[in-house]
């Protein structure tokens, strides 16, 4: 399902296309963003993205069973059934697994999170007003924010809550501003669309069994859109210069592009010509659904 929309009538000329994966990218490491969304270079699938994508399609496709046969057992089926059709779409990903072992190891870890789900919510008692919701709205500067969210619930209040699950562990407390960040970029993008708040926010962890919630006001929300623009402008800025600055993380050790970043001895391609229409395309990303654009 798809909802788009900007904030005036007459929508102003887009300037560019952000989403929160891509800007969390850029808060990152400019020079990843640059690697990714720029140059486009390709990256290895990640085992841990492409159970991530398994788990997601399994609790996306739980919600079209009726409400009492949303079990345990339903769920854990479903699992090598969405397995294969990823691998019947893309053949690359039996790749990641030099031996049987290594793959039953790898399903038995998605299993774990199947079932951990079901001690966070009762998915007999949910009906979602949508899921894997692909969304886009155009602020008045011109800059269009877009993004998949997992699930927006409504309450017969009218009341809605955004959740998006993860599989990984949830973050600490110092991490949990960046964590959110994601959600308030969704909550933001809502509220241009449909004119209301999102009442609560909600980020499911299944690699630890915990849930981290967060209701959202309309100052956390304007703040959110003054740092998705100065992101853009940063952006841009980078775009005019040349300049991709790499910023040194823990991070970096998961980083396929090593090889061509300074930090590590290496050296960047030169960057490509920016190409008309750049600014606006959209693909689905390997491992999960997203945005991927300038």
Not at 253 to 271: K, R
Request: overall charge negative.
């Amino acid at each position: 399902m798809t909802y788009s929309a900007g904030m005036t009538t007459t929508e102003p000329e887009i300037i560019g296309a952000l989403s929160p994966s891509r800007a969390g990218d850029f808060m990152t490491c400019p020079l990843l963003y640059r690697f990714r969304v720029v140059d486009r270079l390709p990256e290895r699938p990640s085992p841990a993205a492409v159970r991530g994508t398994v788990v997601h399609s399994v609790l996306e496709h739980l919600y079209d069973l009726p409400a009492g046969e949303r079990t345990v057992a339903a769920a854990l089926g479903m699992l090598e059934p969405q397995w294969l059709r990823l691998l019947e779409e893309e053949p690359e990903y039996g790749r990641m697994f030099s031996a049987d072992e290594e793959l039953a190891a790898w399903l038995a870890q998605a299993r774990s999170m199947v079932e951990r789900y079901f001690t966070l919510e009762d998915p007999t008692r949910l009906e979602p007003a949508e899921r894997e919701l692909y969304v886009e709205a155009v602020l008045g500067s011109g800059l269009m924010l877009r993004g998949y969210i997992d699930r927006v619930d409504v309450a017969p209040s009218g009341d809605v809550r955004v959740v998006d699950y993860k599989t990984g562990s949830a973050p600490g407390p110092e991490f949990e501003a960046k964590a959110l960040f994601q959600m308030k970029f969704y909550a933001l993008v809502l509220w241009r669309l449909r004119g209301r708040i999102p009442r609560l926010l909600q980020l499911i962890y299944l690699g630890n069994g915990e849930v981290l919630r967060y209701a959202p006001d309309e100052a956390d929300l304007l703040a959110t859109e003054r740092k998705v623009q100065a992101l853009w402008q940063a952006i841009e800025r980078a775009l005019r210069t040349g300049e991709w600055r790499a910023r040194p993380s823990r991070l970096c050790g998961w980083c396929d592009h090593q090889a061509l970043c300074p930090e590590f001895g290496g050296t960047p391609p030169p960057v490509p010509e920016r190409r008309p229409g750049d600014t606006v395309r959209s693909t689905r990303a390997k491992g999960r659904a997203a945005s991927d654009e300038l």
